[in-house]
């Protein structure tokens, strides 16, 4: 995909949008959370998390069945237990992870967002307890999140 098209190959017809904020400017999430959570409980939230989108209002931007829902899952823990302070595992297994190019094949506008924010936030409500995150790195998550996510919005809302 040219990721300079604002036309993506594929059933996308709407144009593109780039918040003009640009790329996020936060900090990095401190690596006291993989050290803590390990890639087992890293990959657990995430398949929480996942079972969560894929019941959301968003969940037709996910895969629907439940082995691809976890295959999906298991991608984005690979690149999260990085982002945790951990190891390269998804640069290692699929490449550069180059995001927001990867997000453009679907329509993203902020209500999607905001959708995956929720669903974001009550598997990080849980994290302290179901999979050992520690409770003094939630906050630091969350920011890094919210920054994070305002880059794949790749669409206006529209107003009704």
């Known amino acids: ?5 604002t036309h993506p190959a594929g059933d996308r017809e709407e144009p593109i949008w780039t918040p003009q904020t640009g790329p996020p400017q936060t900090d ?6 993989y050290e803590a959570m390990g890639e087992t409980q890293i990959t657990a939230f995430f398949h929480a998390f996942y079972r969560r989108l894929g019941e959301s209002s968003v969940a ?17 823990a690979a690149m999260f237990v990085f982002l945790f302070g951990g190891p390269h595992v998804y640069q290692k297994k ?16 902020e209500a999607a967002r905001q959708e995956w924010l929720r669903c974001y936030r009550e598997t ?25 996510s305002a880059w794949m919005v790749n669409a206006e809302t529209k107003e009704d």
């Open 94 to 109: 699929y490449g550069r992870p180059m995001m927001r190019a990867r997000h453009l094949p679907f329509v993203i506008d």
């Open 60 to 76: 037709d931007l996910f895969p629907k069945s439940e082995q691809n829902l976890m295959r999906a899952a298991d991608k984005s």
């Open 1 to 5: 995909m040219d990721i300079l098209n």
């Open 28 to 33: 990095r999430i401190p690596v006291a959370v």
């Open 124 to 148: 990080l409500d849980e994290a302290p307890e179901l999979f050992a995150m520690p409770a003094e790195h939630v906050d630091a998550v969350w920011k890094f999140v919210v920054d994070f």
